[in-house]
């Protein structure tokens, strides 16, 4: 249920009302995607969001918004997702939760001016780096994580900017809570949730934002095209191919149950679940009988059943997911497809690099095994394909962990475990050729804010700087040059400027 705002205003009021009486939110179409960036822009321009307490009663009242309404985003993402309670609460609202109050306790840091190394004509003056918020802000959701992938970036964004927020069109459910929520809880002239179809979405990014955060492979590139069109800077979490390599020498009952809980949770429908498993050839009988009976434990005997498992989210993605399942591999587990029900847990092996399973991204609860002789081919592999993600290495070897983490490159790393690494404030979320920018914590902000270079000097040691002024005397070039030979013996001392 909703709790009532303090003094909500009849606009805000007739929002809520339209979506408890059960109409449809209808999209936001361009005109009043302008009229919102217009507000916005006027709000940051007015200075509006630049204190530190204004943006520390945004990030309390997100916190605020998922505890009040927990239920209802259950609710919501139950609809859209099947996604068990379990799931939204530890891996939607509490991913957010944790994000906004590292945010609230870090903040003031954050928002001090940091100062630099100094040189022998700044001695006596400042030289600061400032974090200068970027202006509004588009944030474009995803369908996997429709929660998270809204209200993490938002949260940094919040630490510096106004925003408006495009939750994705596939949950419905979600996109609509988000469009009746953020109005009661958040400023309504800083931030905005529309709601735009994907082919909107180029159309919304040309308007020109100060800044572009988007994750969806497949609308990847038109959006970047769409953004270069009005230089508009953008980060991008694209996704692709994670691979999970999985030693001779490792403890395989813990690495089934981590690799099993990885890719089926959300029914398969995460950017950073491992996308196939290149295992060891001694391990490859032991760890295929371990996924049965780990499958068996997690989801029982029949996963339609279960109340833990999820459904893939629409019938596009099914049949994509169908399509390339029956034309890959060899099924040991699972293999049973219901479409009525969007359901799919599979398990391949026999798998070869030119399947259509491993040349596309897996949005389903689809499991490739490949074999490989040691870990030298594992990662040249790895080496061949685009740069993944997040690489996965299970072993007990520390050497062997530390080759597959030094020997390929990828947006993160993670040993005998997977996906945590991209759900932790302190560690940047980024890919390396899937994508640029980066989010989580500091690195949140940093994303949505400019560093700008300030030297704040005064007028004295005129006697010195003059050296630099024409008219050019070759007296004067000889004493720079001699400041210079200084500068490199004293590591860092710059010539006299």
């Known amino acids: 249920t909703m709790s009532s705002p303090p003094s909500p205003s009849p ?21 009043e995607c302008v009229d919102l960036l217009r507000r916005a822009r006027i709000a940051f321009q007015a200075g509006r969001t630049l204190t530190e307490g204004f943006r520390l009663a945004q990030l309390e009242a997100v916190v605020r918004m998922l505890e009040e309404h927990e239920c209802d985003f259950v609710d919501a993402l139950g609809r859209d997702l099947h996604k068990p309670r379990f799931e939204t609460v530890v891996f939607e609202l509490i991913t957010v939760k944790n994000e906004a109050l590292h945010a609230i306790s870090n903040l003031k840091k954050w928002m001090q001016p940091q100062s630099v190394e100094k040189n022998l004509s700044t001695t006596l003056d400042e030289c600061l780096v400032i974090s200068e918020p970027l202006g509004v802000v588009f944030i474009m959701g995803n369908w996997c994580s429709p929660v998270q992938m809204c209200l993490v970036p938002l949260v940094g964004a919040i630490a510096a900017n106004c925003a408006l927020i495009s939750p ?4 419905v459910h979600t996109a609509e809570l988000l469009y009746r929520l953020v109005p009661f809880y958040l400023d309504n002239e800083c931030f905005h949730v529309i709601q735009a179809g994907v082919n909107d979405l180029p159309e919304i990014v040309e308007l020109k934002f100060d800044h572009v955060f988007f994750t969806n492979r497949e609308e990847g590139s038109r959006i970047a095209v769409a953004a270069a069109q009005t230089l508009t800077p953008v980060t991008l979490i694209l996704g692709g191919k994670n691979p999970c390599y999985v030693d001779q020498h490792c403890d395989i009952a813990t690495t089934v149950q981590r690799i099993t809980w990885a890719r089926f949770h959300n029914a398969g429908q995460s950017l950073t679940a491992p996308s196939y498993i290149l295992c060891h050839t001694d391990v490859k009988a032991r760890l295929v009988q371990a996924l049965k009976c780990c499958l068996m434990q997690f989801y029982g005997p029949d996963p339609r059943e279960s109340r833990s498992f999820g459904r ?11 399509d390339m399942l ?8 699972g293999g049973k497809v219901t479409e009525a029900e969007k359901y ?6 026999e798998v070869a690099e030119s399947d259509p399973i491993m040349q596309q991204d897996i949005f389903g609860p689809v499991l490739p095994i490949l074999t490989v002789n040691d870990v030298e081919e594992a990662i040249a592999f790895i080496n061949k394909q685009e740069k993944p993600l997040c690489v996965y290495a299970y072993s007990t070897n520390t050497k062997v962990i530390s080759r597959l983490m030094s020997e390929t490159s990828s947006g ?14 302190a560690l940047p979320f980024s890919g390396v050729a899937c994508g640029m920018g980066s ?12 560093r700008k270079a300030c030297l ?16 050019y005397e070759d007296r004067n070039l000889s004493l720079m040059t001699w400041a210079c030979t200084l500068s490199q013996k004293s590591q860092g001392w710059c010539q006299i400027m």
């Open 312 to 322: 893939i989210i629409n019938l596009n993605i099914f049949h994509r997911t169908k």
């Open 439 to 450: 989010l989580h914590g500091r690195y949140s902000f940093d994303t949505f804010s400019h």
């Open 456 to 471: 704040l000097r005064g007028t004295r040691f005129e006697c010195v700087t003059y050296l630099r002024y024409p008219p």
């Open 326 to 333: 029956w034309r890959s591999g060899k099924v040991v587990v």
């Open 412 to 425: 993160s790393f993670c040993s005998n475990d997977c996906i945590l690494q991209s759900l932790m404030v």
């Open 344 to 349: 799919i847990p599979t398990v391949l092996t």
């Open 11 to 31: 606009s805000r009021w007739f929002k809520a009302l339209r979506t408890r009486l059960g109409e449809p939110c209808f999209k936001t179409c361009p005109v």
């Open 168 to 171: 994705s069109e596939y949950t």
